[in-house]
Structure formats: structure tokens, C-alpha cells
């Protein structure tokens, strides 16, 4: 099928090469002329592993190409898959301008029966909005052409994205019309053989499945970040905890790991856009209010056992950090709690030597002004010279490091551990003091 993805950031590029990948004609298309050149020459914007073989296979075969410009996009596929960004607003709504910009040029230039598929993550009541956007650029024109609009939200996880595509737990379809819902059927029909993974809804249902589930994780990461807290109060150890409530099957493992709180692109404006959501049909939404305020505090944890630990006076510290990115396996860092751990320890007066395996290009990018940051070559190099360690993002290669390494580097032979990697007694034998999130009073006296 002749498919178009408006954006070619995390969602859009893994759609639009997956989508080649099983036979599809896609063309990408996006407003950021840079990026596109980057594409058109080999160059993957993004670290997704696995995208770079699938975008230059497809490309190669000739089913996947990139273009910026718009005529061109809105005539090549009869589906027109939007997959822009919804950044959060001031006031924590989603901010609609890309999309409804994309929803305007599909109206402006086509010429015969489109479905137009949101991908991006919106609030319910915006395929209304698309609808109206396309409907009025016809009006505009004279013109009175068919057109459906279908709710078909993304629950890829960065790191995993190719896997998550190619083998999804579902497809959820929102849409009013049997003729797109056919359409959409045939689209995603190799990714259904072993069994239908599609659910089909009306497209308020689908708009708000996408928020209840990235809610319905972040509140169990700020269930567990509670629960660690309260353990760190109580002598008690979470990592326990998490395995003695992990193995009851209506809990489960998946999620429950406390940390220095989510970040992402998804999880902190999901949520923040939800409640402001509430807000909008007045509905006080306490839960979602809280599972922010939580993760709020959460990310400033790490800084204030640092800050501790130094009676407060970080002034001329040196604190080693490893891992940039807000998870592993990717270099995105919107929201990542890294970020909120530096700008706590520069407001105070310390420096930090970092390493993150692939989030270092996006680090410079961020924070190329600050001085009170050194990019190290390795997660060795970070710890030369520095006073203590600490960890946010559990990249592999952070899990079994050389302990006598560490105990030798630092200053002061303290490793503050926002993922909980280790095993306390492992550290000790090194002769290293390890705090880490919610592992009992001798872990972290708090007076
Ligand atoms: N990143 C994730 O893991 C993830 C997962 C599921 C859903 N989502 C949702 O998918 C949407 C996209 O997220 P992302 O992380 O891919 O965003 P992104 O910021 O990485 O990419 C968005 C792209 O859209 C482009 N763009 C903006 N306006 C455009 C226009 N008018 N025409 C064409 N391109 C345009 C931008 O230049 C950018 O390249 C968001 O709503 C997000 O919430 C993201």
C-alpha cells in the first residue's frame, strides 16, 4: 500500500521503516530539512537499535524515501500517518500546532480519498479537530472530497522500538468507518499472522487507551518510588519488597523498579496531559496528580542524599556520573532525571564529569555552554578526579564494573546509585559506601 508518515523522529522513522520493511511503498516526510538530508544521505538521526539496517534495506528496494516536501507527501499515499511531536504546553496540555499544520496541508493539497491515521499521542477530541482542520482547508478550495480519520496511537518503547513494531502486543484502531478500519486491517496485516493483535474502537476510546497505559505505568514507578522512600524510612530493603510483591501474578515484575524517577519523551507530558485533560471537563484527577508530584521529588532524590552526604556544602565538588539518556539503549534525554540531577549539583556549585554510551552527541547539543561539565571518552575517565559517583540510567555496561577501579578513582570512594545495580555487600568489600534508592536505614541515615 502507498503510505505517508508526516515526522521522522522516534515514532515516525520506526513506523515508516517497518512499514517498508513488510512490502509497504512509504514516503517519510518532515519540516526539519536537516534531518531529511541526513536520511537521503544514510545517516539515521536518532540511536534506535536495528533502525539503520531496515531504513538502508528498505531504501535501497526502493519502498522507503524521504522528502520535505508537502504536495508531494499528500499525493503519494492514500494513508496519511501522522507521527509529529505533542510537546507539553505551558500549562501541561499537548500542544496540538504540529498536528493540526499537518492536518491543514493534507486538506490543502489532496485530490482524492484519503485516511488520515494519527500516530502522535493526543487528548480525546482531536481526531474532531483533525476532521475539522482537513474539512475546512476543502472548504477553502471549493472541493468536496471523502475522507476518514482514524485514532491508531503508538506503544513502541524507545531501545525496543524495531521488536515493539514488528511483533506488538496490540494494534489499537480507533475509527467510525469500516472502509478505513478495512484499510488499516490491510496495513497491518503481517504483523498479525501468528494471531489479531488489532483492537478496534470509536476514536475517543483509542485516544484515551494510549494515555490510561503510559498512566497506568508511571503510576506504578511512583507506587514503588513511594514504597522505597517510606523503606529507606523503616530499615527496610525495596529490593525485597519488590520481589516479595513481583511474584504475586496480579502485580508482576514489569515495572515496579524503584529509581530516581521516569523521564522520556512520553511519560512525564502523558501524564501532565491527562490530568490537565480532567481539568478541562472538571474532574479533579488526584491519582495522576499525585504519580507526578511523586516522580517531581523523585528526580531531585539522588542530589539530596549527595548534598547530604557533603552536610550541604558541594561547593568545588566533582561528582562522576553515569548515564545521560532518561533510559538505556537510547540517546534521547527529554525529561531524563540525569538532567535534573546536574542542574541541582551546578546550582550548588559542583561540577560533573559524565559518560553515557550514546547520549553524549545530545548532552553537547544541550548543555554546550556549561562549564560546569566535562564529557568524558569513558565511564573511567568520568571517574578520575572525582569526589563520588553517581548512576541514572541502567546502561548494561554499567552493571558489573570493575569495584577496585571505582574504590581507586574516587575521592571519596561513594557511589550513589539511582537504579539500584548493585548488591550493598559487594560495594562494601570494595571498601566503597553505596546509597541507592530504598535499600534500608543503614543505606542512608536520614536525621
Ligand atoms: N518517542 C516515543 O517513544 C513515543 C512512543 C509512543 C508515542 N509517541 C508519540 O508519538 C509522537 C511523536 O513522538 P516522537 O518521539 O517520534 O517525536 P520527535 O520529536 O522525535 O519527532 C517529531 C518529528 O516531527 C517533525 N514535524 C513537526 N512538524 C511537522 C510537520 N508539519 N510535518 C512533518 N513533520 C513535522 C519534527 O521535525 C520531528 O522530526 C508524540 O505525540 C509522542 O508522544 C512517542
Redesign the pocket.
Known sequence: MKITI???????LVTGACLADVGHDVLC????QA?IAKLKNGHIP?YEPGLDSIVKHTVEAGRLSFTTD?RQAVQHGVLQFI????PPDEDGSADLQ?VT??AR?IGEHMDHYKVVVD????PVGTGDKVKAAVRAELDRRGLELEFDVVSN??????GA?INDFMKPDRIVVGTDSDKAADMLREVYYPFNRSHDRMIFMDIRSAELT?YAANSMLATKISFMNEIANLAERLGADIEAVRRGIGSDPRIGYHFIYPGCGYG???FP??VQALARTARDCDYDARLLNAVEAVNYAQKHVLYDKISHYFNGNLQGKVVALWGLAFKPNTD?MREASSRTLMEDLWQAGASVQAFDPEAMEETQRLYAEQPGLTLCGTKEQALKGADVLAICTEWKEFRSPDFGVIAGALRESVVFDGRNLYEPDMLARHGLIYYAIGRGRNQFQFD
Open positions: 508526516f515526522g521522522t523522529g522516534y515514532v515516525g516526510m518532515d519540516v526539519d534531518k536518532i508537502t507521527a509529529v511531536g505533542t504540529y499544520a499537518v496541508s500516530k502522535s499521542t493526543v496511537p503508538e506503544f513502541l518503547k524507545e522500538a494510549k522520556g519523551s512520553c507530558k502523558d534521547d
